[in-house]
């Protein structure tokens, strides 16, 4: 049995191996160009085009996924952030740790490229209400500022995500610092109010509604 066994589990590492590299590889290569084809994923990845296929059916199942893994490490920040006891360090915290993920680089990137699944649907509802209590419990602390909207988060971490250099390390000290101000801003609430009225639910979720819309008969 032991004989048996074991190149079966040699083949299961080479598998999540591949896998691993073929996520990293359409990573970069959709971000750099959603309309990219799929075989540049497979060229990057160093992988044959028939084993990212034996993966994912198609171009949009590779995004799907892709986009799906972004929510799911989203949410896990949120989580981890809601698990603070003080509502500024929970909130700060959440959105260091999106930042340092890049996780909006995909939403920015992506988002109406492909049709969402019902799961992507509830994950990003799940994803919304964990966000909210987050900026609740940060105004009821008494930091936050007063005009600082959950729409807010949406927008200035795509703001954050925007920040992209060649040289990746650059470019993630950069958003820190950014992300940095950002955050000395929303706790300034002396400060002269925003200007503008706060963006509104439908301004940062018009790529979902798109995408939604394409997908309808």
Same mark, same amino acid.
């Given at each position: 049995?032991?004989?048996?066994?074991?190149?079966?589990?040699?083949?299961? =590492?080479?598998? #999540?191996?591949?896998?691993?590299?073929?996520?990293?590889?359409?990573?970069?290569?959709?971000?750099?160009?959603?309309?990219?084809?799929?075989?540049?994923?497979?060229? =990057?990845?160093?992988?044959?085009?028939?084993?990212?296929?034996? =993966?994912?059916?198609?171009k949009?199942?590779?995004?799907?996924?892709?986009?799906?893994?972004?929510?799911?490490?989203?949410?896990?920040?949120?989580?981890?952030?809601g698990?603070?006891?003080?509502?500024?360090?929970?909130?700060?915290?959440?959105?260091?740790?999106?930042?340092?993920?890049?996780?909006?680089?995909?939403?920015?990137?992506?988002?109406?490229?492909?049709?969402?699944?019902?799961?992507?649907?509830?994950?990003?509802?799940?994803a919304?209400?964990?966000?909210?209590?987050?900026?609740?419990?940060?105004?009821?602390?008494?930091r936050?500022?007063?005009?600082?909207?959950?729409?807010?988060?949406?927008?200035?971490?795509?703001?954050?995500?925007?920040?992209?250099?060649?040289?990746?390390?650059?470019?993630?000290?950069? =958003?820190?610092?950014?992300?940095?101000?950002?955050?000395?801003?929303?706790?300034?609430?002396?400060?002269?109010?925003?200007?503008?009225?706060a963006?509104?639910? #439908?301004?940062?979720?018009?790529?979902?509604?798109?995408?939604?819309?394409?997908a309808?008969?």
């Amino acid at each position: 049995m032991w004989v048996m066994t074991t190149p079966l589990q040699g083949r299961k =590492r080479e598998a #999540a191996r591949n896998d691993g590299a073929i996520l990293a590889a359409a990573r970069d290569v959709f971000i750099e160009d959603p309309k990219a084809p799929i075989s540049a994923v497979a060229e =990057r990845a160093g992988v044959g085009i028939s084993a990212l296929y034996r =993966r994912y059916a198609g171009k949009e199942d590779l995004l799907r996924t892709l986009c799906h893994d972004g929510l799911k490490a989203f949410i896990d920040a949120a989580v981890d952030g809601g698990d603070m006891n003080e509502g500024w360090d929970a909130l700060t915290t959440f959105l260091r740790n999106v930042v340092d993920a890049d996780v909006h680089a995909l939403t920015v990137h992506l988002a109406g490229t492909f049709t969402p699944t019902p799961e992507m649907g509830a994950d990003a509802v799940r994803a919304n209400e964990l966000v909210e209590r987050l900026v609740a419990r940060a105004h009821a602390g008494g930091r936050l500022r007063a005009d600082f909207v959950l729409a807010d988060v949406t927008l200035l971490l795509e703001a954050c995500a925007a920040i992209r250099l060649p040289d990746r390390d650059r470019s993630v000290q950069l =958003r820190r610092r950014y992300l940095a101000l950002a955050i000395d801003g929303m706790e300034r609430d002396d400060a002269d109010p925003l200007p503008g009225p706060a963006p509104e639910p #439908a301004e940062t979720n018009w790529r979902w509604a798109k995408a939604r819309q394409n997908a309808q008969p």
